[in-house]
T-cell receptor, first 115, second 114 residues
Framework: NAGVTQTPKFQVLKTGQSMTLQCAQD?????MSWYRQDPGMGLRLIHY???????DQGEVPNGYNVSRSTTEDFPLRLLSAAPSQTSVYFC??????????????FGPGTRLLVL | AQSVTQLGSHVSVSEGALVLLRCNYS??????LFWYVQYPNQGLQLLLK??????LVKGINGFEAEFKKSETSFHLTKPSAHMSDAAEYFC????????????FGTGTQLKVEL
């Protein structure tokens, strides 16, 4: 198993450009999520999905779009990048269901710099 | 709303010394609690988790944590630090019925000195 994979590893954008961060998992996990990590702020939830075709907003969703057409993939789109979106982005996945306590598996991250 | 507070953004210990990383949580319902570790330029890896079974939880690499409801704490300890333990550690909480949504603390950077 490759686990959770993310591409690209590093990206530089200019303000106003758009891009898609890719995330894929091969563990047949229903739940997938995107976090951003900023110094001194820990990880904050951007969007999440409990299954194909179902997405919802997390704590910091503004400026980001997601969709989930397959169980395996959960791309994150920046429609018009802003310097405030400079961050490290992590994708994570886990088994689904309402009961908590499930281990989330994280990808290696995408480092994004917006100039 | 649930939240996590990690006291001390940087902790430094000598190799062989006790490691103690503090985490206090706030949750209106019984929580699930996690400790994740992040090595430089890598993603997060689960160290251990509390899911309402035993209050003393043992994890990987010799780490353990004790859930104390009366103190709303879930501190992470390791009896003897090793150089390879140098990393950033995150405490996180999710609540019963909240599915898999995690709320993270701000992290503690552990430095291990010779």
């Amino acid at each position: 198993n490759a686990g959770v994979t993310q591409t690209p590893k590093f990206q530089v954008l200019k303000t106003g450009q758009s891009m898609t961060l890719q995330c894929a998992q091969d563990m047949n996990h229903e739940y997938m999520s995107w976090y951003r990590q900023d110094p001194g702020m820990g990880l904050r939830l951007i969007h999440y999905s409990v299954g194909a075709g179902i997405t919802d907003q997390g704590e910091v969703p503004n400026g980001y779009n997601v969709s989930r057409s397959t169980t395996e993939d959960f791309p994150l789109r920046l429609l018009s990048a802003a310097p405030s979106q400079t961050s490290v982005y992590f994708c994570a996945s886990s088994y689904g269901g309402l009961a908590g306590g499930k281990t989330q598996y994280f990808g290696p991250g995408t480092r994004l710099l917006v100039l | 709303a649930q939240s996590v507070t990690q006291l001390g953004s940087h902790v430094s210990v000598s190799e062989g010394a006790l490691v103690l990383l503090r985490c206090n949580y706030s949750s209106s319902v019984p929580p699930y609690l996690f400790w994740y570790v992040q090595y430089p330029n890598q993603g997060l890896q689960l160290l251990l988790k509390y899911t309402s079974a035993a209050t003393l939880v043992k994890g990987i690499n010799g780490f353990e944590a004790e859930f104390k409801k009366s103190e709303t704490s879930f501190h992470l300890t390791k009896p003897s630090a090793h150089m390879s333990d140098a990393a950033e550690y995150f405490c996180a909480v999710s609540d019963a019925g909240g599915g898999n949504k995690l709320t993270f603390g701000t992290g503690t950077q552990l430095k291990v000195e010779l």
